[in-house]
């Protein structure tokens, strides 16, 4: 542990998940990569209590380890490998995405040995080129699915794609996947199948292309407070601050950090504080992203080291053991995780999912004042249907 602190506020997440319960019949939250980062357990149950009415997760091990959790909702797993535990994942109850013939064949092995059915969603590529099934395998997919089904070892409960430009609602790429998807699904019913849940939307999708809502939509970043337009409308849910663990005073023309990368132009105070790469803080902030200290902006200047950075506070009166606010939601003037995705060349969500395992997580439960959405108590079952959801709106 480094001094450094991550609040997780479950009250924007809750606020984010009555958002998207709102606008879509079925709402799964992803809570991949741990929660981006918000601890996924937490994130998963506050989401379910506010809304949301699946979860969804990169991988088996994800799942299962919100299982041993004790969370019963309905799980999907959807990047599944060849080598995956699918016994202990049907086993348990957790759902599988399927791209191919290979893997929906080890899915009904493993179902069968477990004596159980496996429930799985089909994945269609429509124009991404990652995970999907490409067009030109999707019937037999399709075929084989509707084979398993009838020998019971699997049941084909959804269809889902994913969208490459959805950040872009006019991109036509978003027209073309559309209508790839719907053409995907009349090779499905044709072949026999007649999946429940078609699903396609993530956070962008969700948020401005209404068209693509579907059943249910799979929402990860804007959980988090991520408005992929950039429109603000969802809560940053972490803040990260940081003790002040050294000051020192310079004369104009100091150089800092390794390298001397940056020189002060004038006398100054420094401070250091107890991050780096290590934690999160990528190189690419040198001399370029701030920190909020004693209610004010300063800048990183120098290197990022791999445990530390130095800031620049001017004539401020920092001292030691006096907190930095890295960043937070923005509401007290601090930078905010948007401003540091820019500063850094990056996205947010990379920022969320890099804070190390240094810095000291404490989690924020709901503020009792946020009701949970009307049927967050009923939403903990495994066979509970979709597309009827009864929202908020
Ligand atoms: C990560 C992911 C999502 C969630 O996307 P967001 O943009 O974070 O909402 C949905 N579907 C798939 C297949 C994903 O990999």
Not at 71 to 77: C, F, G, M, R, V
Not at 144 to 159: K, N
Request: charge should be positive; charged fraction near 20%.
């Amino acid at each position: 542990m480094n001094g450094a602190v991550l609040t997780i506020d479950l009250t924007a997440i809750a606020s984010n998940a009555r958002r998207f319960g709102a606008t879509s019949p079925g709402f799964m939250a992803v809570v991949k990569a741990d929660g981006f980062g918000h601890g996924a357990a937490d994130v998963a149950r506050t989401a379910l209590a506010h809304g949301a009415s699946r979860l969804g997760v990169t991988g088996v091990g994800e799942a299962l380890e919100l299982r041993a959790d004790g969370i019963t909702a309905p799980i999907l797993s959807w990047l599944n490998t060849i080598d995956a535990d699918f016994s202990t994942a049907v086993a348990a109850d957790v759902e599988l995405a399927v791209n191919g013939v290979e893997l929906l064949d080890r899915v009904s092995e493993a179902a069968s040995a477990v004596n159980r059915t496996a429930r799985v969603h089909l994945f269609a590529d429509t124009g991404m080129n990652r995970e999907g099934a490409s067009p030109t395998d999707w019937p037999r997919l399709c075929r084989r699915a509707a084979t398993l089904e009838r020998r019971g070892t699997v049941a084909v409960s959804g269809i889902m794609s994913h969208l490459a430009c959805a950040h872009d609602p006019t991109h036509p790429a978003n027209v073309e996947a559309l209508a790839r998807f719907d053409k995907a699904t009349r090779v499905a019913r044709d072949r026999g199948l007649s999946p429940s849940l078609r699903h396609i939307a993530a956070t962008a999708a969700t948020l401005d292309i209404p068209g693509a809502r579907f059943d249910l939509v799979r929402v990860g970043a804007g959980l988090y407070g991520i408005d992929p337009a950039r429109r603000n409308r969802l809560r940053h849910a972490l803040t990260l601050t940081a003790p002040v663990a050294t000051v020192r005073d310079v004369p104009r023309g100091t150089a800092v950090g390794y390298g001397h990368s940056h020189s002060v132009a004038s006398e100054t105070r420094l401070a250091l504080l107890p991050l780096g790469y290590a934690d999160g803080i990528p190189p690419s902030a040198a001399n370029t992203a701030q920190v909020q200290v004693s209610g004010r902006r300063c800048p990183i200047v120098g290197a990022v080291s791999m445990d530390q950075i130095v800031i620049d506070v001017g004539d401020l009166p920092v001292r030691v053991g006096d907190t930095a606010t890295v960043f937070g939601p923005g509401g007290n003037g601090e930078p905010t995780m948007t401003e540091w995705a820019d500063w850094c060349h990056t996205i947010e969500h990379e920022l969320m999912t890099r804070l190390g395992s240094r810095i000291t997580r404490r989690t924020r439960p709901v503020h009792p004042s946020n009701r949970p959405a009307r049927h967050g108590g009923r939403v903990n079952t495994v066979n509970r249907t979709e597309g009827r959801h009864d929202s908020l709106c």
